[in-house]
């Protein structure tokens, strides 16, 4: 499945931004998908995943209570609400489809073929 990125741009702490992931595949609607990002000098990192439904998402402790991951099937679209952005925030963010979710640690294992062109996200103090 092709994914293709929107979103992202360059903000000041505290603000907001969107990110969009649409597949190119109606399959989509029956997998569960990631994200990820990787910051300057560091290796790619687990941000948020979601059912298939969208009844379970589990997020990384860094994020919890400020990114919210959602989906539209219809759309064959899913989103990544970030709110209360820091400066630790900023890295290149990337959508995963396909990949396992697991309940057992709360995380999500991604498809190593299905991931999006990456969208950078920088947060200014």
């Known amino acids: 499945v092709q994914l293709v990125q929107s979103g992202g741009g360059l903000v000041q702490a505290g603000e907001s931004l969107r990110l969009s992931c649409a597949a190119s595949?109606?399959?989509?609607?029956?997998?569960?998908m990631g994200w990820f990002r990787q910051g300057p000098g560091k290796e790619r990192e687990f941000v948020a995943g979601?059912?298939?439904?969208?009844?379970?998402?589990y997020y990384a402790d860094s994020v919890k209570g400020r990114f919210t991951v959602s989906r539209d099937n219809f759309k064959n679209t899913a989103y990544l609400q970030m709110n209360s952005l820091k400066v630790e925030d900023t890295a290149v963010y990337y959508c995963?489809?396909?990949?396992?979710?697991?309940?057992?640690?709360?995380?999500?294992?991604?498809?190593?073929?299905?991931w999006g062109q990456g969208a950078q996200v920088t947060v200014s103090s």
């Open positions: 995963n489809a396909n990949g396992l979710l697991r309940a057992d640690y709360s995380d999500y294992v991604p498809r190593t073929s299905n």
């Open positions: 595949e109606r399959t989509f609607s029956t997998s569960a």
């Open positions: 979601i059912s298939w439904n969208g009844d379970t998402t």
